[in-house]
């Protein structure tokens, strides 16, 4: 059974940094795609980066030049380093490998 857990979130004040980590647990044969969502309160879930299989990187408009997407299949590992926070970066932030795997979710809490 394939497990994806993340972790780094918590509460950090606008303009502070996080580094998000996903890693999974359990056999996977290969990963393409690695990718990170959030979902603030009352809104639905949008994609923040993505990696794709041929390691083409994406960012939602919202968090271009902020947030940087980072993966190492060997390890089945992906990384989301998130600077100058702002609090409409609060949410919930789930990882997912090839859109099939998915983490339970973390909080990420920007306020002073």
């Known amino acids: 059974q394939v497990q994806l857990v993340e972790s780094g979130g918590g509460l950090v004040q606008p303009g502070g940094s996080l580094r998000l980590s996903c890693a999974a647990s359990?056999?996977?044969?290969?990963?393409?795609?690695m990718g990170w969502s959030r979902q603030a309160p009352g809104k639905q879930r949008e994609l923040v980066a993505a990696?794709?299989?041929?390691?083409?990187?994406n960012y939602a408009n919202s968090v271009k030049g902020r947030f940087t997407i980072s993966g190492d299949r060997a390890k089945n590992t992906v990384y989301l380093q998130m600077n100058s926070l702002k609090p409409d970066d609060t949410g919930v932030y789930y990882c997912?490998?090839?859109?099939?795997?998915w983490g339970q979710g973390i909080q990420v809490t920007v306020s002073s």
């Open positions: 997912d490998f090839d859109g099939v795997w």
């Open positions: 359990g056999s996977i044969f290969s990963i393409y795609a």
């Open positions: 990696i794709t299989g041929g390691n083409t990187i």
